[in-house]
């Protein structure tokens, strides 16, 4: 079993923005099916607010063994779901099995030098027609010491992350979030320049420019944003 130590710092703030979670579940549910597996859960908290229980299967795959406690922990106390459960290693150290109906990487595939092979891998575990959902960091230019604090190999255009996807498959949605949120990431790209946002800001972003974000990101056409959101589909 593959073990990584995650070198970021910034998971116990991200916890934090529980509106930017609640506009990712109500995106993201609908494709995500009965069988799911998360890869890099981190400590659980993604997974508590995209997983509401009803599904059959959630497997939590983490490769940091601190964080693969956290994550037990949040199994055992009830913050996660019961249909939960954790499995330390990556994606290449799973056995093929029963396939899933979605693969799911939420801020995830920057972490990963070869994204394209870690997305083939990936949809080896998908059923026919299942789901492989990735959620990242959006726009090159806004690469930052916060991207590099926290170990982004990149951040994504829609086209750089569509050429990444497996070719046995099309992608069903494509498209930027968080128009309002793009606007302080390149903020602290071209005058903060911080390796790590304080608390006090990530409740700002979190309270003020998320819900700005749901309410103009559809007039924008989702043409803008900070993050990227791609829903690509295997083959029937």
């Known amino acids: 079993m593959t073990a990584i130590t ?25 494709h995500l099916g009965q069988r799911v597996l998360e890869v890099g859960a981190g400590q659980g908290t993604t997974t508590a607010a995209l997983c509401d229980g009803n599904r059959q299967e959630w497997v939590c795959l983490e490769p940091d063994p601190k964080l693969r406690a956290e994550l037990d922990q949040r ?4 913050r996660i779901p019961p249909c939960c459960r954790v499995h330390g290693g990556v994606v290449a150290d799973l056995r093929p099995a029963h396939p899933f109906d979605s693969v799911l990487y939420v801020d995830v595939i920057e972490h990963i030098a070869d994204d394209r092979h870690e997305l083939a891998q990936a949809a080896q575990h998908l059923a026919p027609g299942g789901a492989l959902i ?26 750089t992350l569509t050429a990444v996807t497996p070719p046995a498959g099309c992608v069903e949605m494509l498209r930027y979030l968080d128009s309002a949120g793009m606007l302080a990431s390149l903020a602290n790209r071209v005058l903060l320049r911080q390796s790590l946002p304080s608390e006090k800001q990530i409740l700002f972003w979190d309270r003020r420019l998320v819900p700005l974000s749901r309410r103009i990101d559809p007039l924008l056409g989702h043409r803008v944003g900070k993050s990227v959101v791609c829903i690509w589909k295997k083959n029937k």
């Open 75 to 78: 199994c055992s106390d009830g």
């Open 134 to 159: 990735v959620v990242a960091p959006a726009h090159p230019f806004l690469f930052s010491a916060f991207d590099r604090a926290i170990g982004h190999h990149r951040r994504y255009s829609r086209r």
């Open 6 to 30: 995650y070198i970021g710092k910034e998971l116990d703030l991200f916890a934090q923005a529980v509106n930017w979670k609640s506009y990712l579940h109500d995106l993201l549910a609908p």
